[in-house]
């Protein structure tokens, strides 16, 4: 048995069985189970697996592996559920699941940190294609500023490959949105076609001609949202019998005539509020916003709710031409391989330096988690300590206004993304942050009775030794 399948058997085996896995998914680097019983997972037991950096328990149950692995796994996982679990009567045990997740989400949740699931889970399944796309138009971008054509036949062919998704991005986020929210995947893009279909251009409402994308992702999901929900109110007075042809059809009239006349005017205003609240906090705030952004952002990743910031950088790009916050919050994954290095030059623990080893590649790479769950997190006071050199990195970037003209990962290969006169600023900044996190961390974020206290893959122990 190779490593990928034993560690999936171990992972459905903690779980409480194949039976118990009612959905599958998977980001970058987090394999996300939603299981039908939970009182049937040994979360102390997933924690212990050799492989599993760390659990996060959320709406889903968040397993943590780190880039490349979890894909393998998340492969092996559905070969052991996927046929089985179509074939299993879960009628019974549906109200102990909804139950137990209204328990859940009373006990560790709050509105707004369900809304921002909610929108997570919209774009998490986005994330490949949003970081080729990007790297591609990034790298495209770097090749232009350095003298090449940009009319020539190679370039026009990397743009045509590279921006092609950002044109047509509200679709795919209309289709999941309406999964989400429980509407049709199809209504939800046509959803996203109401929001920048070229054809607005011809419609004048009001005195005023409509302007195609308007709204932006904004107002791609409030549309979905509202199909969605339109859709679930019709089909109760609809006959079984002319259903697809009945409900489809007034839900996409309502919706359609709606987004023209509220939806996408409000979510127009949302966008400019978020953006312009955004830019004027950056530049009022100016050094101190790039401390208080970057400083907090690890917080935000170990819940897995920095996905849902998705849309905001979409909106900054849509409005202003490119993203000054993606390189402020970037620091935040700099300061934790500051930090992480830190660690591996001071202690003398071999399995610590080993998770360390396997984790900066991918850390220094713009990922992360590795390094979180398998060092700075369960450790506790660097993970303070790598926030703080975060914060100088921030400080650095929003003092200079960096900004990107796409959204992808973090870390070195977001230098592509950059403005092309800003890049050396950025890796500047990016150094900062490394030296910063490793300087806070070395002199007094780290000592080696810390390993002697630390439980193996737990997040039960963060912050004891702050």
Not at 45 to 59: A, S
Not at 69 to 76: D, K, L, N, P, S
Not at 249 to 271: E, F, K
Not at 300 to 318: A, D, R, S
């Amino acid at each position: 048995m190779g490593k990928n399948a034993r560690l999936a058997n171990e992972i459905v085996e903690k779980l409480g069985g194949y039976q118990n896995i009612k959905s599958l998914t998977h980001c970058m680097t987090r394999l996300r189970i939603t299981p039908v019983d939970e009182s049937k997972v040994d979360i102390d037991g997933l924690k212990k697996i050799d492989g599993v950096l760390g659990v996060v328990e959320q709406e889903t149950l968040q397993i943590i592996l780190g880039p490349g692995i979890v894909t393998r796994v998340a492969e092996e996982v559905s070969k052991l559920s996927g046929v089985d679990i179509e074939g299993l009567d879960v009628n019974d045990l549906t109200n102990l699941a909804e139950q137990t997740k209204a328990d859940l989400k009373k006990k560790n949740a709050t509105p707004f940190k369900l809304f921002l699931r909610k929108i997570a889970s919209i774009f998490i399944p986005l994330i490949p294609a949003i970081v080729a796309s990007g790297l591609i138009a990034g790298i495209t971008n770097v090749i232009i500023r350095a003298g090449a054509d940009p009319e020539s036949t190679v370039i026009s062919i990397l743009n045509f490959i590279g921006w092609g998704l950002f044109s047509y991005l509200g679709i795919f986020v209309g289709i999941n949105a309406a999964k989400e929210f429980g509407g049709t995947p199809a209504l939800g893009g046509i959803a996203g076609i109401l929001i920048i279909n070229p054809a607005l251009a011809n419609i004048t409402l009001f005195g005023e001609k409509l302007v195609p994308g308007r709204g932006g992702l904004v107002g791609v999901m409030l549309a979905a949202i509202f199909m969605a929900w339109i859709e679930k109110k019709v089909r109760r007075f609809v006959p079984a019998a002319v259903d697809i042809i009945i409900t489809p059809t007034i839900s996409v009239l309502i919706t359609g005539i709606a987004t023209l006349i509220v939806l996408q005017p409000v979510g127009g205003w949302i966008s400019d509020l978020i953006t312009k609240g955004l830019l004027g906090l950056i530049d009022a705030g100016g050094v101190l916003s790039g401390i208080i952004l970057a400083g907090t952002f690890l917080p935000l990743v170990v819940t897995g709710l920095h996905q849902g910031l998705t849309p905001v950088h979409m909106e900054l790009i849509n409005s202003i031409g490119d993203d000054p916050l993606l390189p402020i919050l970037a620091m935040g994954g700099a300061g934790q391989v500051g930090a992480a290095f830190a660690i591996y030059f001071k202690t003398k623990n071999a399995q610590l330096r080993k998770v360390i080893k396997g984790g900066l590649p991918v850390g220094i790479l713009g990922i992360g988690e590795p390094l979180i769950f398998g060092v700075t997190l369960p450790l506790g006071r660097p993970f303070i300590t790598a926030c703080l050199g975060a914060a100088v990195g921030g400080a650095f970037q929003a003092y200079f206004n960096v900004a990107t003209i796409a959204i992808g990962v973090s870390g070195l290969p977001l230098t592509f993304l950059v403005n092309a006169h800003q890049i050396v600023y950025y890796l500047i900044g990016l150094f900062i942050a490394y030296v910063s996190g490793f300087i806070f961390t070395y002199l007094f974020g780290f000592n080696e009775e810390m390993t002697k206290e630390i439980g193996r893959n737990t997040e039960t122990n963060v912050m004891t030794n702050v």
